[in-house]
């Protein structure tokens, strides 16, 4: 049985409760993060840390910790529950004011509700997709405007995740006036030649952490990036394509809407891509 965190608790899951009138529950009001742990060390905390600051920030809602609390709360779950390889889940809300209303309530008199749990994925960096690559197909996005705001409106996402299951892909792209804006959980990139491309930060997409990393990485080694937007069409005349996110890492991708990309396996690009992240995030990993 896992040990979970609630406001200030570490209790079995089986005992953890939040209330009815918490707003997460009835008005999604709420941000979440979610830190991957590889070898029992945490993969890119202050990256995560700061957009869980951003995005409360964002919806004028109080941060219930510093950094240094919310990092001994993340390590002390690892140790209670022997992560080695894994997830940890973080949400933050904005509490329980006692009653259903449109209207924030006053944060001098409503606390934040925070909770964390873990999932143990033993050999997440040694997932069977990054081998293989993963189909994806395209879909309307009909998510709200603010995408950069790490919420927990994650109901057109998962609905993406089942269309894209129905059809029989892994994932789905999501595109808004002919252009790809990100995947269902995860950035979007193409590679055409020796040039990375993915779309720019905006309110359209969510500021990836692992993304940063990655161009960051990719910019040192030398490769080309640019951020703008990319349409289906000549994401299916790549060379290459590939996601990035806290969990899947790098990703390929070698089918979109039923067009294989590099003969349906995945490009040499993206292997290295993962390749250097993987070293370089579990080099500094805390």
């Known amino acids: 049985m896992r040990t979970v965190y609630v406001n200030g608790e570490y209790l079995p899951e089986t005992e953890a409760k939040v209330s009815i009138f918490d707003r997460a529950f009835l008005m999604a009001d709420g941000v979440y993060e979610v830190t991957s742990v590889l070898g029992g060390k945490l993969i890119d905390f202050d990256g995560h840390a700061k957009r869980l600051d ?99 409106q994650l109901l057109y996402p998962s609905m993406g995740k089942m269309m894209a299951k129905k059809a029989g892909a892994d994932d789905a792209w999501m595109v808004e006036d002919g252009a790809v804006t990100e995947g269902t959980s995860n950035n979007a990139y193409i590679v055409k030649g020796d040039t990375i491309v993915t779309r720019q930060l905006s309110t359209d997409i969510l500021h990836g952490i692992t993304r940063a990393a990655v161009l960051r990485f990719a910019r040192e080694a030398q490769m080309k990036v640019e951020e703008r937007p990319f349409t289906i069409e000549e994401a299916q005349g790549a060379d290459e394509a590939f996601i990035t996110s806290a969990s899947a890492f790098v990703t390929p991708v070698v089918e979109i809407d039923g067009v294989a990309l590099g003969g349906g396996t995945p490009g040499p690009l993206a292997a290295r891509l993962r ?8 080099k500094a990993a805390i």
């Open 54 to 152: 951003r995005s409360l920030s964002e919806l004028d809602m109080p941060s219930p910790m510093g950094r240094d609390e919310l990092l001994e709360i993340h390590r002390e779950l690892v140790r209670l529950n022997e992560i080695e390889d894994g997830l940890i889940y973080l949400q933050v809300t904005r509490g329980a004011p006692g009653d259903r209303d449109f209207v924030f309530p006053d944060p001098e008199t409503t606390e934040p509700t925070v909770v964390l749990f873990t999932q143990s994925k033993p050999g997440l960096a040694e997932s069977p997709a990054a081998k293989e690559g993963i189909r994806i197909i395209s879909i309307e996005d009909q998510r709200w405007g603010r995408r950069d705001i790490k919420t927990v």
């Open 275 to 282: 390749e250097i992240y993987l070293d370089e995030s579990r």
